[in-house]
Nanobody
Framework: QVQLVESGGGLVQAGGSLTLSCAAS????????MAWFRQAPGEKREVVSA????????YYSDSVKGRFTISRENAKKTVYLQMNSLKPEDTDVYYC??????????????????WGQGTQVTVSS
């Protein structure tokens, strides 16, 4: 079984920074993509950023490009999301996810097999 545990969420003022972490435990694979999604109540889960198995290919949504940075440490089975210049519209629950068997940086929730429990990020104006 696979477990993903997110940490690092919280309350921050607009313009501030947060770093999210997500550690995987349990079964592992040689190659798997990881990603961060976010979801507001009543809305669909949307991708924020994704990273391929060795970290040399990344994807960012237009809304976070230039402000957020995704990275991973495979030895620790951990993915990070450095969030700078945060805006109130970044307020959401953030989820990390693992995609097994798809090359590159999958961008749709249906392409991911395992999910964390979510961490709340709140940006005050």
């Amino acid at each position: 079984q696979v477990q993903l545990v997110e940490s690092g969420g919280g309350l921050v003022q607009a313009g501030g920074s947060l770093t999210l972490s997500c550690a995987a435990s349990g079964r592992t694979w040689n190659e798997y993509a990881m990603a961060w999604f976010r979801q507001a109540p009543g809305e669909k889960r949307e991708v924020v950023s994704a990273i391929n198995w060795n970290g040399d290919n990344t994807y960012y949504s237009d809304s976070v490009k230039g402000r957020f940075t995704i990275s991973r440490e495979n030895a620790k089975k951990t993915v990070y999301l450095q969030m700078n210049s945060l805006k109130p519209e970044d307020t959401d629950v953030y989820y990390c996810a693992i995609s097994v068997g798809i090359i590159g940086t999958p961008q749709y929730a249906g392409e991911y097999n395992y999910w964390g429990q979510g961490t709340q990020v709140t940006v005050s104006s």
